[in-house]
Nanobody, 126 residues
Framework: QVQLVESGGGLVQAGGSLRLSCAASVRTFEGYAMAWFRQAPGKEREFVAATNWSWTVSNIYYLDSVKGRFTMSRDNAKNTMYLQMNSLKPEDTAVYYC?????????????????WGQGTQVTVSS
């Protein structure tokens, strides 16, 4: 059983930055695919960023609309994953979730993940 706890959401003006954290109850991220998703009111849950167990730069994938603005990273010593969000736009407003799934692949579909955090609200004002 993997427990994930997000934090770091909030209200920010357009152009601002936030860093989301996802603390995981795992000894290591090795062996897990990890991802960030978001869900805006009235919309489907949407892939934002994902990686497989390797966490190499070439194996971290981003939604096209966040490329160059969002960065997914981890701190193994803290068992924590991050989503640094810069140049935020009102359309980035959503509840953001982190997700984990044992395995060696990268998964873009939300139904591929069995473990989810509770979500953290990000609101970007114009």
């Amino acid at each position: 059983q993997v427990q994930l706890v997000e934090s770091g959401g909030g209200l920010v003006q357009a152009g601002g930055s936030l860093r989301l954290s996802c603390a995981a109850s795992v000894r290591t991220f090795e062996g897990y695919a990890m991802a960030w998703f978001r869900q805006a009111p009235g919309k489907e849950r949407e892939f934002v960023a994902a990686t497989n167990w390797s966490w190499t730069v070439s194996n971290i994938y981003y939604l096209d609309s966040v490329k160059g603005r969002f960065t997914m990273s981890r701190d193994n010593a803290k068992n924590t994953m991050y989503l640094q969000m810069n140049s935020l736009k009102p359309e980035d407003t959503a509840v953001y979730y982190c997700a984990a799934q044992p395995g060696s692949n990268t998964y873009w579909r939300s139904d591929a993940y069995n473990y989810w955090g509770q979500g953290t609200q990000v609101t970007v004002s114009s």
